[in-house]
Structure formats: structure tokens, C-alpha cells
């Protein structure tokens, strides 16, 4: 049986979105970004769109 992700719906703090911001402004990409905040590509994602932040696509 798969792990289960114990960060399941944790809200998040003011210092985790700094550091999202942070990270999308020096161009990381998301896969990069939700490895450094251990959260899931998704939620990294909604959280960005949310707060009008954009994350590089990287090709």
C-alpha cells in the first residue's frame, strides 16, 4: 500500500508563501518549488494562482 501524504490539507503559513514567492521569482519550476516546500504540485499550484504569483514552465 502506497504512504500516505501526512501533510493532508495543512493550511499554509505566511512563511511558506514568502517562500513560494520567493522561489517563482527566481524562476524554479514547479515540480522544484513543491519539493522544497514539501507540498504536492496541486497545492503549490492553487496557492500561486490564488495569490497571483507565476511559476516558470521549464521546456
Not at 6 to 24: C, F, I, M, N, S
Not at 51 to 56: E, L, N, P, S
Request: proline share 2%.
Amino acid at each position: 500500500m502506497a504512504e500516505r501524504f501526512v501533510r493532508h490539507r495543512q493550511p499554509w503559513t505566511g512563511d511558506e508563501v514568502a517562500k513560494l514567492k520567493l522561489l517563482a521569482g527566481k524562476g524554479m519550476g514547479l515540480k522544484a518549488i513543491a519539493k522544497a516546500l514539501t507540498r504536492s504540485e496541486e497545492s503549490v499550484q492553487d496557492r500561486a494562482k490564488q495569490d497571483g504569483v507565476k511559476i516558470a514552465k521549464l521546456r
